[in-house]
């Protein structure tokens, strides 16, 4: 019953940033998680960074640690994608994802235990 839409992306040149957000709505009472994903033409979706709701603890894959950065708005329902010094590797479609229950630290990486998706955006690293 939450959903969730991703805004923010476009064309950027390597090195450059981009600010990707996603807005919640409906039941996000109920959200543990909001975790970022992305899916590059060819590839599987990957984890890229997730956040707790309540406590805004963070973790992040290791292909964008120190270059990206999430956080939260609570007042306006919404997790930010900071992506600074981004890279050709970073072109891909990015997709935000609520996780409705508390699975552990260890699963907060895992796409199937995501429980609502957004619709992706376009993010194109130019080289």
């Known amino acids: 019953q939450e959903q969730l839409v991703e805004s923010g992306g476009g064309l950027v040149q390597t090195g450059g940033s981009l600010r990707l957000s996603c807005a919640a709505s409906?039941?996000?009472?109920?959200?543990?998680?909001i975790g970022w994903f992305r899916q590059a033409p060819g590839k599987e979706r990957e984890f890229v960074a997730t956040?707790?709701?309540?406590?805004?603890?963070?973790f992040y894959a290791d292909s964008v640690k120190g270059r990206f950065t999430i956080s939260s708005d609570h007042a306006r329902n919404t997790v930010h994608l900071q992506m600074n010094s981004v890279k050709p590797e970073d072109t891909a479609v990015y997709y935000c994802?609520?996780?409705?229950?508390?699975?552990?630290?260890?699963?907060?990486?895992?796409?199937?235990?995501?429980?609502?998706w957004g619709q992706g955006t376009q993010v194109t690293v130019s080289s």
């Open positions: 956040i707790t709701w309540s406590t805004s603890r963070t």
């Open positions: 994802a609520a996780q409705e229950f508390n699975r552990g630290d260890y699963m907060l990486s895992q796409m199937h235990t995501y429980d609502y």
């Open positions: 409906g039941r996000t009472f109920s959200t543990y998680a």
